[in-house]
């Protein structure tokens, strides 16, 4: 089955130490998102790609910073974690940007910071 | 300042009966809605749109309504079943030409066999 997969599931990082998430996906879409969920909190777009440009919202921290290496992979670094930064991350994946076309979503990584 | 707003966190339902999920919204510039479910360890997935041009679309046991004078929308689950329970997050998006989407908080849906 085409689908976004997320990995690892599961990330423990000390504070300060960089951390590396990664995404891929086998649906050959176009877009690649980033997204911040903290507990009981809404999705947070924290940047996208569109094929290999990069697009990064506003107030996304400069701690956080994406790689696409390909149309398959797309990874989240965060270079120095705070323990704010503990939170559910969530990839997506859209076909293309020119509509609000349905995001596909992976099953995210919980990160933890010590 | 939530843009997207659904104001219950929780809803308990019985199974067979009716299950009504409320989200409303702040921006007029918001032009296409979504509903995603969540279970437990998965991501969200898509569940049923809306544009605002239109005040309903159904799929199946899901109907959304949309009433843009009130900037309220509405899932309504009929008949809910155990399988239905989940989180259920309410998005929308400017729209034609725009990749964004603004989500609520979610609702967690009971539904009690």
């Known amino acids: 089955d085409a689908m976004v997969i997320q990995n690892p599931r599961y990330q423990v990082t000390q504070f300060g130490k960089p951390v590396t998430l990664s995404c891929s996906q086998t649906l050959n879409h176009n877009v690649m998102y980033w997204y911040q969920q903290k507990s009981s909190q809404a999705p947070k777009l924290l940047f996208h790609y569109y094929d290999k440009d990069f697009n990064n919202e506003a107030d996304t921290p400069d701690n956080f910073q994406s790689r696409r290496p390909n149309t398959s992979f797309c990874f989240l670094d965060i270079r120095s974690p705070g323990l704010g930064d503990a939170a559910m991350y969530l990839c997506?994946?859209?076909?293309?940007?020119?509509?609000?076309?349905?995001?596909?979503f992976g099953p995210g990584t919980r990160l933890t910071v010590t | 300042d939530q843009q997207v707003k659904q104001n219950s966190p929780s809803l308990s339902v019985q199974e067979g009966r009716i299950s009504i999920l409320n989200c409303d919204y702040t921006?007029?510039?918001?032009?296409?809605f979504l509903w995603y479910k969540k279970y437990p360890a998965e991501g969200p997935t898509f569940l049923i749109s809306i544009s605002s041009i239109k005040d309903k679309n159904e799929d199946g046991r899901f109907t959304v309504f949309l009433n843009k004078s009130a900037k309220h929308l509405s899932l309504h689950i009929v008949p809910s079943q155990p399988g239905d329970s989940a989180v259920y997050f309410c998005a929308a998006s400017p729209g034609a030409g725009s990749y964004q989407l603004t989500f609520g908080k979610g609702t967690k849906l009971s539904v009690i066999p």
């Open positions: 921006n007029s510039m918001f032009d296409y």
């Open positions: 997506a994946t859209s076909r293309d940007l020119l509509q609000p076309y349905e995001q596909y």
